[in-house]
């Protein structure tokens, strides 16, 4: 591939710091609206089962132009075709990046027939999962998933938003801590003979999903359970431990599927056995239909790369140093952790592809809660707090809430009313604000008795607003929406990295701590570390060790 320059050697570069410093730092969302009637119009975009509104960033016409400009010139476009081809982009691992081949169509993409045959395996697993729910005198009752980081948070967070069309049988639920009390409070509630273990973990080296499988099989065993083999399976690349560990059914995957990009994979078999494989194809299908947009959309109007821009632009012209995430949307709740390891383990860097420490800072930290929650936590600082916070608010228009008969559903119909009410009232007064004479204006009495006076009550009360926020609308919260929805995520995180010029696909940053925790491990052994020579450690390691010392 022809090289392209790092973002900061740019002429687009240099045009959007200059337009920064003459409009983009005094910005304010309030005169942006009322200049121009058609904000909405201008900075709405449309996608695969989504749109996207910007219109209450801290964005112009010019930068957008300039934005477009800097996405050509760092060859956006150009290491998007080659990852999609193939290509090993990955560069410090020598992989290819090939997430998107899991969801094409077949023929559409490298690796089309071994993808399809081992996808038809799976799902026709899925589905003979789901027919033991509902024969035999002993029907399974409950799927547990053991894995980590993307071998968890991907199937959890999709489980979960696909709650209302899951088997309405089958419990699914997700260990991955190595502490025990995860694993513990979920084998208190199953029985070894209603229960499937999924091993996730693509390397099946993993200490916590080793630890953790070990207990379960361990438990298993004690509680009769039977053969290892009927109610372990596992989804790996290392068919040979998982065939150590007992297991025969295994489904497998490439080394070009990244961990936090696996959902799609042999990873997604929880997924599979709660939406079943119709379900599991339409998230496919969401998910495609994104790529397609990705693929073949000018950047003028690709959404995923106009999100990416926007997320260069926010973390090094206006120095926002994080993003919140708010999903009101309840089956949403997990997708903040699920962000979090795609956007920081992918983004979070500090050397360009080259090796070179780099002069401007990479991805933000991503944060969040599902709204309304989030409204009564932290929203509080996102108003008021000295720095903006830019957010993103992600609204489902129809809801699937359902429970009781004609009342409760008139109920939970305005519940939704009110839910979206709230997304929409925040972002609009987090731009808007209020000023001290409005504060003023409708100053309440203060409390009798209270030592404050009037002024300063008001500037407590006053909000400064031009705080950016995004929005994205869905219809609802379908299979196929959330997937178009994650591979939007996943694009804009592939985009941002580009103009970070920073390999996302590496995360060499875990090996550290994994290298360190397993070097202390034996000095907490009684036996071992009682008489062990802590002298080599710096005092404040061998300080707690002494003290966490049985
Ligand atoms: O956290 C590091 C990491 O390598 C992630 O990238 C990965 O998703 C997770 O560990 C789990 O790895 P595995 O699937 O190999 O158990």
């Known amino acids: 591939m022809t090289p392209f320059p790092r973002c900061d050697a740019t002429a687009a570069w240099a045009a959007l710091g200059g337009h920064f410093e003459a409009h983009g730092r005094d910005f304010d969302l309030r005169d942006a609206f009322a200049q121009d ?42 290491w998007r075709d080659a990852m999609l081809a193939g290509e090993p982009i990955n560069l410090t691992e020598g992989r290819a990046v090939l997430h ?21 395996e799976m799902l026709a697993f899925a589905e003979a999962v789901r027919a033991r729910a509902e024969e035999g005198a002993r029907p399974l009752r409950h799927v547990v998933n053991i894995g980590i980081g993307g071998s968890d948070l991907g199937p959890q967070m999709a489980v979960a938003a696909l709650a209302p069309f899951a088997h309405p049988q089958l419990e699914l639920h997700f ?75 295994t489904f497998g995957f490439r080394d070009w599927v990244g961990g936090r990009y696996s959902l799609w994979s042999a990873i997604g078999l929880p ?35 106009l999100l990416g821009l926007r997320l260069r632009e926010d973390r090094n012209f206006h120095g926002f140093t994080s993003r919140s995430v708010a999903p009101y949307h309840h089956g949403l709740k997990r997708l903040p952790a699920y962000l979090q390891q795609l956007e920081m383990e992918s983004n979070g860097k500090r050397v360009d592809r080259e090796g070179r420490a780099l002069p401007y800072a990479t ?36 809801s699937d809430a359902n429970a009781g008969g004609s009342a409760v559903r008139e109920a939970l119909a305005r519940q939704h009313r009110m839910l979206l009410a709230n997304g929409l009232a925040q972002a609009q007064a987090l731009m808007l604000g209020r000023t001290t004479a409005e504060a003023l204006a409708e100053q309440p009495t203060p409390p009798a008795g209270a030592a404050i006076d009037a002024a300063t009550l008001a500037a407590h009360r006053t909000f400064p607003g031009n705080r950016p926020s995004t929005t994205l609308l869905l219809e609802r919260l379908t299979p196929r929406s959330l997937g178009a929805l994650i591979a939007l995520y996943e694009h804009r995180v592939f ?42 450690l710096d005092a404040s390691t061998a300080g707690l060790l002494r003290r966490l010392r049985p």
């Not at 199953?190 to 438990?219: H, R």
């Open 363 to 398: 991805s933000p930290v991503v944060w969040g809660e599902p709204g309304t929650n989030g409204q009564h936590a932290y929203f509080q600082m996102l108003h008021q707090g000295t720095e903006p916070i830019p957010v993103e608010f992600i609204l489902v228009k129809e």
């Open 100 to 120: 998107t081949a899991l969801r094409a169509p077949p023929g559409a993409a490298p690796f089309s027939e071994e993808v399809q045959a081992t996808r038809e």
């Open 37 to 78: 009637p058609r904000r909405f119009e201008r900075f709405g975009f449309a996608a695969p089962e989504l749109f996207c509104d910007l219109s209450k960033n801290r964005l112009d016409a010019a930068t957008l132009h300039f934005l477009v400009d800097l996405a050509r010139e760092c060859g956006v476009e150009a």
């Open 175 to 249: 260990v991955s801590n190595v502490d025990g009390h995860d694993i513990a409070s979920v084998l208190r509630r199953v029985a070894p003979a209603e229960t499937l273990f999924i091993v996730a973990s693509k390397t099946f080296t993993t200490q916590e999903t080793m630890a953790n499988a070990a207990t379960a099989k361990a438990w298993f065993l004690e509680g009769g359970g039977g053969a290892v083999a009927q109610h372990f399976v596992a989804a790996t690349t290392n068919v040979e431990a998982a065939a150590r560990f007992g297991i025969t059914r």
């Open 495 to 536: 985009t941002a990295g580009i103009l970070w010029s920073i390999d996302s696909f590496d995360q060499w940053g875990v090996e550290l701590g994994k290298g360190l925790g397993s070097h202390l491990l034996p000095l907490l052994d009684t036996a071992a570390g009682a008489d062990a020579d802590l002298s080599g």
């Open 271 to 305: 997924i599979a056995i709660a939406i079943g494989a119709p379900g599991f194809r339409e998230l496919l299908a969401g998910a495609y239909a994104m790529d397609q947009h990705f693929a073949q959309t000018p950047v003028e109007s690709n959404l995923p790369m």
